[in-house]
T-cell receptor, first 111, second 115 residues
Framework: GIQVEQSPPDLILQEGANSTLRCNFS?????LQWFHQNPWGQLINLFY???GTKQNGRLSATTVATERYSLLYISSSQTTDSGVYFC?????????????FGKGTTLSVSS | GAVVSQHPSRVICKSGTSVKIECRSL??????MFWYRQFPKQSLMLMAT?????????EQGVEKDKFLINHASLTLSTLTVTSAHPEDSSFYIC???????????FGQGTRLTVV
């Protein structure tokens, strides 16, 4: 099956710093989403981005589908950005099936 | 975005008892819902696909007799952990989407502790 690899596994930042999280996937995808899991376990939808670039405030994401990777950019990080960031995909030709998750990047932002 | 609601958010039960977890799509109909399990400091692992009006599809290694799934309506799927044991303690979370190639949304999750 498709493999989803996220890097780095852990990231420690000072408040105000910028960061880039990467998601590589081993096959073509129909769907790619980025999530932030907060300390209570809730998965917060950040981006639905099977291709292209999107921005939402301090966060932006780019997916280059032909090269099978996606990037999540966090600018001017804040302590509230801390948590685990997951990338998840649905393989092409498997529309409607479940998202397959990477192992996540744990981000810690200190003041 | 769509709203998926999960209840309860936290439950503690005794070993040998059963626990039911509900997952509702509040503002859309979902013919398919998904159940995941997450152990501490690990990723989400798909347990099963819940199909409205038909049997659930379980992932390899997931005991269908232990994790009973019922998807009786287009807005409700339930996961029942039967004869729970301490090793079933985990975070269970459901997901649904409006259509095939659309954004998926997740419930708040249920933290199950079996004592």
């Amino acid at each position: 099956g498709i493999q989803v690899e996220q890097s780095p596994p852990d990231l420690i930042l000072q408040e105000g710093a910028n960061s880039t999280l990467r998601c590589n996937f081993s096959d073509s995808v129909n769907n790619l989403q980025w999530f932030h899991q907060n300390p209570w376990g809730q998965l917060i939808n950040l981006f639905y981005i099977p291709s292209g670039t999107k921005q939402n405030g301090r966060l932006s994401a780019t997916t280059v589908a032909t090269e099978r990777y996606s990037l999540l950019y966090i600018s001017s990080s804040q302590t509230t950005d801390s948590g685990v960031y997951f990338c998840a995909v649905v393989p092409r030709n498997q529309a409607g099936t479940a998202l397959i998750f990477g192992k996540g990047t744990t981000l810690s932002v200190s003041s | 975005g769509a709203v998926v609601s999960q209840h309860p958010s936290r439950v503690i039960c005794k070993s040998g008892t059963s626990v039911k977890i509900e997952c509702r799509s509040l503002d859309f109909q979902a013919t398919t819902m998904f159940w995941y399990r997450q152990f501490p400091k690990q990723s989400l692992m798909l347990m099963a696909t819940s199909n409205e009006g038909s049997k659930a599809t379980y992932e390899q290694g997931v005991e269908k007799d232990k994790f009973l799934i019922n998807h009786a309506s287009l807005t409700l799927s339930t996961l029942t952990v039967t004869s729970a044991h301490p090793e079933d303690s985990s975070f269970y979370i459901c997901s649904a989407r409006r259509g095939l190639d659309t954004e998926a949304f997740f419930g708040q999750g249920t933290r199950l502790t079996v004592v």
